[in-house]
């Protein structure tokens, strides 16, 4: 790919979370880290493990501070956000903890922005980049992609328990698999166009190096990771997994840029189809169409088949699209390059026909 020459002085940046920390265990750590901030804590607890953590989360604030937990209703939607933050209010909430899968987490991310307040964020599964960006996507009641939110900061600690996420069904980890295959060839995108990052500036050289690290981590750990999970054990290949998929990914794709993977998966969203699919088993398809956009053959082929190797989709009807028409990728083809969309940050002009094209080699 062609490389936009770099240009001394150009203002350049990159963004991190404030703190993070990982492990094993480190759901007993919630109360103590979260006291760092004040003395009332609100917790949002993913309603699909409400039931399992609640005990924990109640253990873990045994010595303070005062929290107060809420069960997350399972979107993260204009009015789950503003009901966390009318809640947090009445509770006199100095910090705001998210806790769960990646909608739960953006939940308490907006809410902490509106609040004026700290987030701490704790993911219980491994399936997105979500717990370390300083972004939130807001989705429809009906579970279409609203809009992608930009918060000022990012998270103030994002605290990962591994043991946690070694329970957690396999399939979770492998998405965030496909999440952060995304990272690098979107980074490497941007780099190549020259586009702006989530700070609306370039990335200092430093982001497409982690973007680079994190491709490099999946591809080398990624099976033996899942297959510690299928074990549930959090051993090395799957501390490595985590790492990529939390940390670097989140870095990479704040502080490198996103482009035509992330705008297809925007796309796929607007069909009913693909509802019951992972945002990363849909971003692994936008992957495979990027690349077919860029008629990069040879990298396809290897990118297919390490999603083979990791358990992510390489076709349409794996997500769902059993019967591709030409409506239907007419549909996802007008939202993924819709005016303004981040599929323009690609080193090439885009078009609807280019993406329809794309993705009927994929059915």
Known sequence: MLVKAETAGVVRGARFPGRYIQGAGTIARLGQEAASFGDKAIVLLDNG?????KDDVVASFAKGPAVEIVRHGGECSQRAIAELVAAARNAGAAVVVGAGGGKALDTA????????LPALVFPTIAASD????ALAVVYNEDGTVAYDTFLPSNPALVLVDTALIAKAPARFLAAGIGDALATWHEADSCRASGAFNCMKMPGVPLAYEVARFCRDTIFEFGAAALAEC?????GLALERVVEANILLSGIGFESGGVA???AIHHGLCELDDVHHHL?????????LAGLKLHGLEDEYDKVRRFC???RLPTKLADIG???????KLAIVARRACRAGEIIHNEPLPVTEAMVIAALETLA
């Open 49 to 53: 493990i409400f039931d399992l953590l």
């Open 109 to 116: 991310k907006a809410a902490a922005r509106d609040l004026n």
């Open 130 to 133: 979500a717990p370390c960006s």
């Open 230 to 234: 299928d074990a549930k054990k959090a």
């Open 260 to 262: 035509a993977a992330h």
């Open 279 to 287: 945002h990363g088993e849909k971003v692994a398809i936008g992957v």
């Open 308 to 310: 083979l190797s990791v």
């Open 321 to 327: 699209i059993a019967e591709v028409t030409p409506e």
